[in-house]
């Protein structure tokens, strides 16, 4: 087995970051957490890479943070600060759509690391565990921000508190992710999603998110008013005038922004 803690992949415009440490589910040291920051940094200076998948290696996802990681027990709030805030952040505000696919269980960051990517494809063999209650800790890597806004906070906080397991199917059912399907599927659905979204005008795809994210606390007209303001600047780029050359010349469109 390769020392790497993320292993890297590419196949055409989308590259593939798996956390690697199955022996302790690849939840993260620190380390991992800069292999990490590391790969998603080159993903993102490459301009041939139009989608990044995250993945874990074996048969877990990621179980967070690796308690057994003495040197970043000693400061927690230093490491959700430094570590996971960053992480967080560089992946809501990635240039290209960034897909979760995740093969097995994702607990604590693990699962926040998941919820936090743009589309999330699970196995249905996997799961998702709020488990910070069961330590003593709240929920991190966005989590507070993330579960109300993705479940409504009945189910957010129901989640939250008890840490109980969450399979896949029930994930998928109530809207905490986007897809779940059979484990034999879940590379070939996750690579063909990736290969449609790579595709795409990856910059509007880009702006999508972030423009949902922003409208989030403002009102009805402020939306509208951001939705003016993107939409110019989306017009302005070549994507625009290539999707409606395409169009009208019935061709399938090239797209280059990023
Ligand atoms: O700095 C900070 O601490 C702040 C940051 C906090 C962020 C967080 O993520 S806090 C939450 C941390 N994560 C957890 O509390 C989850 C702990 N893991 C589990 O509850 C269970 O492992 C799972 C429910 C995820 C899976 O259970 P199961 O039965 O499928 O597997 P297992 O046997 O428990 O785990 C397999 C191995 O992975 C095992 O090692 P062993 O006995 O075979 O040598 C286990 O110790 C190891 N492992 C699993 N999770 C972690 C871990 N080792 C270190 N850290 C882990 N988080």
């Known amino acids: ?110 699962a926040n690391l998941a919820l936090g990517c743009d589309m999330v494809i699970a196995a249905r063999s996997a799961s998702f565990i709020q488990a910070f209650s069961k330590i003593g800790l709240i ?23 008890t840490g109980d397991k969450l399979p896949a199917e029930e994930a998928e059912r109530i809207g905490l992710i986007w897809k779940c399907v059979d ?13 449609k979204l790579a595709a795409m005008p990856v910059r509007a795809l880009a702006h999508t998110r972030q423009a949902m994210d922003s409208a989030l606390p403002m009102d009805y007209a402020a939306a509208l008013g951001q939705e003016a303001r993107v939409q110019g600047e989306m017009s302005r780029g070549a994507d625009f005038a290539e999707g409606v050359q395409a169009f009208f010349a019935k061709r399938p469109p090239v797209f280059k922004d990023r």
Request: proline share 5%; aromatic share 4%; with cysteine.
């Open 139 to 161: 929920p991190d890597c966005g989590g507070t921000w993330l579960l109300p806004r993705l479940v409504g906070r009945a189910r957010a906080l129901g989640l939250a508190l």
């Open 1 to 110: 087995m390769s020392d790497a803690l993320i292993l890297t992949t590419t196949d055409g415009p989308v590259r593939t970051l798996t956390l690697n440490r199955p022996q302790a589910l690849n939840s993260f040291t620190g380390e991992m957490h800069t292999q990490l920051r590391g790969a998603l940094a080159q993903a993102a200076l490459d301009e041939a890479v139009r989608c990044v998948v995250i993945t874990g290696a074996g048969r877990g996802f990621c179980a967070g943070q690796d308690l057994a990681d003495t040197e970043l027990a000693a400061d927690v709030e230093d490491v959700v600060e430094r570590l996971y805030k960053p992480l967080a952040l560089t992946i809501r505000a990635f240039p290209v759509p960034v897909i979760a696919m995740v093969n097995g269980v994702a607990a604590g960051a693990g």
């Open 183 to 195: 484990d034999a599927a879940l590379a070939d659905t996750t690579m063909a999603l990736a290969a």
